[in-house]
């Protein structure tokens, strides 16, 4: 009797093809994300290239030969082209606004070139790494001044010395025969310092928990919006929506009943979560309402027509839910609301643009982190909008063959 249990689970289990998915290939699929975020593949294997611009206040050969070398690393990917030269202000601006990462700035300190790294300290990883980068140029850049320094002032020493004594001996035509001293083989060096100063998050109260709250928040809007959209496959099966397509209802004003019930919810719960995120842990909610407003119902009207669309798109609730969790869960992990987007390769964040999360995701960081106005949320609020209206048509059109049953 015991075989005949496991048989009759192993016939069940290869008849189940949402099953299947779930117990082979979603651990496979997420794997494979993973893999290619933080080891080989198309993550590369390597820490992402920083994006960075460099200004050149102390303007001598020294501080070019930094940027130079600086330009070499592996490291670092400049934005802007060596022979166009821009101010502190406008790097701080760029750096305010996402253009970039970071940027470096050579400037004297006490007589010595020394660099202040104008960071996003919401990128946890840049700013140790660009350090190490810039202190070891300013080290190279300086040692190879120092030995030079040394090896012309001992040449003039020695041939001075050499032409006091009567020393120089010459041929015939006078020929002088000085031989230069040899440079030391360690030079003693001294580390110029290298300064990291935080353009954003200085002065704010837990900035970054405000990204953690949107990364959680649009993964389970998702999720509870594919749930959602599941009542309407469950209408179908217990045959209720046969009843109330023979009344007065319209398909095409049930499924804007959904959506804007959905949407309502939706909005509800990341205004709840944001709201504990304020009381418990500090994030200025109340400071930033207006483009919180507006990316939240943006965000959840968008993610209802997502859910309504899969519902359509599915025959059964099983069918839903299998899709679902592979759908919502590879969303999260590749648009940011698993694995913060900084540690991923340029073109895995190129990938992770598919997805809602990522457009969500950088909305809320311009309203929350970089406090930009709300003007500089058109390109998030602009797709959030068009990929909403494009599920919800398409699941209008998927509900037809509901109509003709």
Same mark, same amino acid.
């Given at each position: 009797?015991?075989?005949?249990?496991? #048989?009759?689970? &192993?016939?069940?289990?290869?008849?189940?093809?949402?099953?299947?998915? &779930?117990?082979? /290939?979603?651990?496979?699929?997420?794997?494979?994300?993973?893999?290619?975020?933080?080891?080989? =593949?198309?993550?590369?294997?390597?820490?992402?290239?920083?994006?960075?611009?460099?200004?050149?206040?102390?303007?001598?050969?020294?501080?070019?030969?930094?940027?130079?070398?600086?330009?070499?690393?592996?490291?670092?990917?400049?934005?802007?082209?060596? !022979?166009?030269?821009?101010?502190?202000?406008?790097?701080? #601006?760029?750096?305010?606004?996402?253009?970039?990462?970071?940027?470096?700035? &050579?400037?004297?300190?006490?007589?010595?070139?020394?660099? !202040?790294?104008?960071?996003?300290?919401?990128?946890?990883?840049?700013?140790?790494?660009?350090?190490?980068?810039?202190?070891?140029?300013? $080290?190279?850049?300086?040692?190879?001044?120092?030995?030079?320094? @040394?090896?012309?002032?001992?040449?003039?020493?020695?041939?001075?010395?050499?032409?006091?004594?009567? %020393?120089?001996?010459?041929? !015939?035509?006078?020929?002088?025969?000085?031989?230069?001293?040899?440079?030391?083989?360690?030079? %003693?060096?001294?580390?110029?310092?290298?300064?990291?100063?935080?353009?954003?998050?200085?002065?704010?109260?837990?900035?970054?928990?405000?990204?953690?709250?949107?990364?959680?928040? /649009?993964?389970?809007?998702?999720?509870?919006?594919? =749930?959602?959209?599941?009542?309407?496959?469950? #209408?179908?099966?217990?045959?209720?929506?046969?009843?109330?397509?023979?009344?007065?209802?319209?398909? !095409?004003?049930?499924? @804007?009943?959904?959506?804007?019930?959905?949407?309502?919810? =939706?909005?509800?719960?990341?205004? +709840?979560?944001?709201?504990?995120?304020?009381?418990?842990?500090?994030?200025?909610?109340?400071?930033? +309402?207006?483009?919180?407003?507006?990316?939240?119902?943006?965000?959840?009207?968008?993610?209802?027509?997502?859910?309504?669309?899969?519902?359509?798109?599915?025959?059964?609730?099983?069918?839903?839910?299998? @899709?679902?969790?592979?759908?919502?869960?590879?969303?999260?992990?590749?648009?940011?609301?698993?694995?913060?987007?900084? /540690? $991923?390769?340029?073109?895995?964040? %190129?990938?992770?643009?598919?997805?809602?999360?990522?457009?969500?995701?950088?909305?809320?960081?311009?309203?929350?982190?970089? %406090?930009?106005?709300?003007?500089?949320?058109?390109?998030?609020?602009?797709?959030?909008?068009?990929?909403? /209206?494009?599920?919800?048509?398409?699941?209008?059109? &998927?509900?037809?063959?509901?109509?003709?049953?």
């Amino acid at each position: 009797m015991i075989w005949t249990v496991i #048989e009759v689970s &192993l016939r069940r289990l290869l008849h189940n093809k949402v099953e299947l998915l &779930l117990t082979f /290939v979603v651990p496979i699929a997420f794997f494979s994300i993973f893999a290619m975020i933080f080891g080989g =593949g198309i993550g590369g294997g390597t820490t992402p290239k920083i994006k960075v611009v460099a200004v050149d206040e102390f303007a001598t050969p020294a501080s070019r030969d930094v940027i130079a070398s600086l330009r070499d690393s592996v490291g670092l990917r400049f934005m802007r082209d060596a !022979d166009v030269a821009i101010d502190r202000p406008t790097a701080t #601006e760029m750096v305010r606004r996402g253009s970039v990462t970071m940027a470096i700035v &050579l400037r004297e300190r006490d007589g010595e070139l020394s660099a !202040d790294l104008l960071a996003d300290s919401s990128d946890q990883i840049a700013s140790q790494v660009a350090t190490a980068l810039v202190a070891r140029s300013l $080290m190279i850049v300086k040692a190879d001044q120092q030995a030079f320094s @040394l090896d012309t002032a001992s040449l003039n020493a020695a041939i001075s010395n050499e032409v006091m004594s009567g %020393e120089v001996m010459g041929g !015939d035509n006078g020929q002088l025969e000085a031989e230069a001293p040899q440079v030391p083989a360690e030079l %003693e060096t001294e580390v110029t310092p290298v300064q990291v100063i935080d353009v954003i998050g200085q002065g704010k109260v837990n900035p970054v928990i405000s990204m953690y709250a949107a990364g959680i928040a /649009v993964m389970f809007l998702l999720f509870g919006a594919t =749930g959602g959209g599941g009542s309407f496959l469950e #209408e179908r099966e217990n045959q209720t929506l046969d009843r109330l397509l023979s009344t007065q209802l319209s398909m !095409d004003q049930l499924l @804007l009943g959904k959506w804007f019930y959905m949407t309502c919810i =939706g909005t509800l719960q990341v205004t +709840v979560m944001f709201v504990w995120a304020q009381v418990v842990f500090g994030v200025d909610l109340m400071g930033h +309402v207006d483009g919180f407003v507006m990316m939240t119902l943006v965000t959840a009207s968008a993610a209802a027509a997502f859910g309504l669309f899969l519902a359509t798109l599915c025959k059964t609730r099983g069918q839903l839910n299998g @899709l679902s969790v592979i759908l919502v869960l590879s969303m999260s992990a590749l648009g940011g609301s698993m694995v913060p987007r900084y /540690v $991923m390769s340029d073109r895995l964040r %190129e990938y992770g643009l598919i997805t809602f999360n990522a457009w969500a995701l950088d909305g809320y960081d311009k309203v929350f982190w970089r %406090e930009l106005p709300v003007a500089s949320l058109a390109p998030q609020l602009s797709v959030l909008l068009v990929s909403g /209206v494009v599920m919800l048509v398409a699941a209008r059109l &998927l509900a037809i063959r509901w109509e003709a049953d």
